[in-house]
């Protein structure tokens, strides 16, 4: 039985085959695939599992405890196992934008040992973060599952294809000379840190 598969349908019905997963990397940007992504590494299953958020909604490790009153996103995270997560939750601030979530958090990853993930995003956002991830993180054969937080009708609203090719050229770019041009993301969003 496969890791997600275990995971009780919480994958919208999709199978998928990550049995070899270390960590669970999520592109932050929407409050939603922090959610998801907690409640999937709460799991028995994935109760090993690293989770390394990328500039998320949430900012703090109480954020993800359901049993903390001073919560404000404590109902958000029911089902999440706080007490399992908290050794295995990784914040990290550092990225902008998708290429970011990558360029900033390959380092850890490898440092960690990890071989291959669980990419969680949402469906529009998957075709953007997959080309990225398959980049950077292959560049350093990091091999990855993507695994949308959302049921398959999101994708029918996916980013344009232009994104999609930027950040691809800025991912190469980044690969080639270690610059991912965060410095021009930070000028183009100075509200993003």
């Known amino acids: 039985m496969s890791l997600l598969a275990a995971a009780k349908g919480m994958l919208w019905g999709r199978a998928v085959c990550a049995s070899e997963a270390t960590a669970i990397l999520v592109c932050g940007g929407e409050p939603v695939r922090e959610e998801f992504a907690a409640r999937m590494a709460s799991?028995?299953?994935?109760?090993?599992?690293?989770?390394?958020?990328?500039s998320g909604m949430y900012r703090r490790l109480a954020d993800f405890d359901p049993e903390n009153s001073s919560n404000p996103y404590r109902?958000?995270?029911?089902?999440?196992?706080?007490?399992?997560?908290?050794?295995?939750?990784?914040?990290?601030?550092?990225?902008?934008?998708?290429?970011?979530?990558?360029?900033?958090?390959?380092?850890?990853?490898?440092?960690?040992?990890?071989?291959?993930?669980?990419?969680?995003?949402?469906?529009?956002?998957?075709?953007?973060?997959?080309?990225?991830?398959?980049?950077?993180?292959g560049g350093f054969c990091i091999s990855f599952t993507a695994v949308s937080c959302q049921p398959a009708e999101g994708a029918a609203h996916a980013e344009?294809?232009?994104?999609?090719?930027?950040d691809?050229?800025?991912?190469?770019?980044w690969?080639?000379?270690?610059?991912?041009?965060?410095?021009?993301?930070?000028?183009?969003h100075p509200h993003r840190h």
């Open 43 to 54: 799991t028995s299953a994935l109760s090993r599992v690293d989770l390394i958020v990328s």
């Open 75 to 137: 109902m958000a995270m029911r089902g999440v196992d706080f007490p399992s997560l908290r050794q295995r939750l990784r914040l990290d601030r550092s990225a902008v934008d998708t290429v970011g979530n990558f360029t900033t958090t390959v380092g850890l990853l490898r440092e960690l040992g990890h071989t291959h993930i669980i990419l969680v995003t949402s469906a529009d956002h998957m075709r953007r973060a997959s080309t990225c991830a398959a980049i950077v993180l």
């Open 160 to 166: 344009g294809w232009a994104r999609t090719a930027r």
């Open 168 to 173: 691809a050229f800025r991912c190469v770019f």
């Open 175 to 188: 690969v080639l000379t270690g610059c991912d041009g965060a410095s021009f993301a930070r000028w183009v």
